[in-house]
């Protein structure tokens, strides 16, 4: 019999037969790791099982390679204190189904673990929006896409940086950048050297241009493509960036 013990973050789980749920974790020590949960369709465990959630696990199989049981037991309630504010839930559930996507089962990935926690604590801060950007920046390069940009890639332009390659994924700067700018992304200002401006707008740079990456680079051959979460969470904070400047003008009007 295989057994093991860990902590971690429910990524999806999903009915499996009348009483049952096949949950996706990431684990501490173990990964990616699924496991089928007794119950899991039952009022006792529901809640537990809701995305975000920290739980401890332990994990059985007859065989290493098996789907095997989890026995879970709630450690902490993630999602619970997002339920009245939907867009920092939308992000949860994005980077949960990044993760869950995208990372090979049971493969360790200590460090993306205790980040994606660390994520869900800084859900709470006035500077949630930008931390999401820098994790899927982190994501990107745990899955081998680093991204460059501390520099202009042209080797010659000037240190105002103002634009990443969507091919190379390095910065380039204003006067480098100038004759191409149509096919360039655009370089978040919280995201430069010497920092810059962290509200909505430049988060919503920064995820324009983590999403090219991640519908390029990593998902590119997946037959779903980028998961519906992490769509639904850049329409969504596009649809508030929309709606601010909507009461910006009417206010102006005013």
Excluded at 35 to 50: I, W
Aim: proline fraction near 2%.
């Amino acid at each position: 019999m295989e057994c093991w013990q860990d902590q971690g973050i429910v990524l999806r789980a999903r009915a499996h037969g009348e009483h049952g749920a096949i949950v996706s974790l990431l684990t501490a020590h173990h990964g990616r790791a699924a496991g089928y949960v007794r119950g899991g369709q039952g009022t006792k465990l529901r809640g537990s099982l809701e995305v975000g959630n920290l739980v401890d696990v332990t994990w059985q199989s007859r065989t290493h390679d098996g789907l095997g049981a989890f026995t879970l037991e709630l450690s902490k309630n993630v999602s619970a204190h997002l339920l009245q504010e939907p867009l920092k839930l939308a992000a949860l559930q994005s980077a949960c189904a990044l993760c869950d996507a995208a990372l090979p089962e049971r493969e360790a990935h200590a460090g993306l673990y205790h980040g994606l926690q660390a994520l869900f604590e800084t859900l709470e801060s006035d500077v949630w929006g930008a931390a999401y950007v820098l994790w899927e920046i982190a994501l990107l390069k745990e899955l081998g896409f680093s991204l460059d940009l501390t520099r202009c890639a042209s080797g010659n332009g000037d240190e105002n940086l103002m634009y990443v390659s969507p091919k190379t994924g390095k910065a380039v700067s204003a006067s480098a950048g100038a004759p191409y700018k149509g096919k360039l992304l655009a370089l978040a200002g919280f995201l430069k050297p010497g920092g810059g401006e962290m509200n909505e707008k430049e988060v919503m740079k920064g995820l324009e241009m983590t999403g090219h990456f991640l519908d390029t680079y990593v998902f590119t051959h997946h037959s779903r493509g980028v998961p519906d979460a992490r769509l639904i969470f850049a329409q969504r904070f596009a649809k508030t960036l929309d709606m601010q400047s909507i009461g910006k003008n009417e206010y102006a009007a005013g």
